[in-house]
Nanobody
Framework: QVQLVESGGGLVQAGGSLRLSCAAS????????MGWFRQAPGKERDFVAA????????YYADSVKGRFTISRDNAKNTVYLQMNSLKPDDTAVYYCAAAYSSRSYDRVRVAGYDYWGQGTQVTVSS
């Protein structure tokens, strides 16, 4: 079993920045591809960013490309999402996710991940 705990959410004005963290425990963190998703009220959970187990490759949704940066520290069992130039449309609950199964892994799909955190709220005011 894997536990994922997000932190770092909050209220920020448009144009501001936040850094989300996701601390993992329970299995070898460095074996997992990690992802960030977000879900706004009344909407589906959408892909935001992903990073491979080694940190060698990163992927972003078009809506956040150039503003958000995903990174990981395998020594600390933590994945990060640095969010800059935030917009009101970025308001959502942000979830981190871990994928251990190469057979089912799909970095942009909710079903492609095996474990999820409880989420952290990000609110961007205009």
């Amino acid at each position: 079993q894997v536990q994922l705990v997000e932190s770092g959410g909050g209220l920020v004005q448009a144009g501001g920045s936040l850094r989300l963290s996701c601390a993992a425990s329970g299995r070898t963190f460095s074996s997992a591809h990690m992802g960030w998703f977000r879900q706004a009220p009344g909407k589906e959970r959408d892909f935001v960013a992903a990073i491979t187990w080694s940190g060698g490759s990163t992927y972003y949704a078009d809506s956040v490309k150039g503003r958000f940066t995903i990174s990981r520290d395998n020594a600390k069992n933590t994945v990060y999402l640095q969010m800059n130039s935030l917009k009101p449309d970025d308001t959502a609950v942000y979830y981190c996710a871990a994928a251990y199964s190469s057979r089912s892994y799909d970095r942009v799909r909710v079903a492609g991940y095996d474990y999820w955190g409880q989420g952290t709220q990000v609110t961007v005011s205009s």
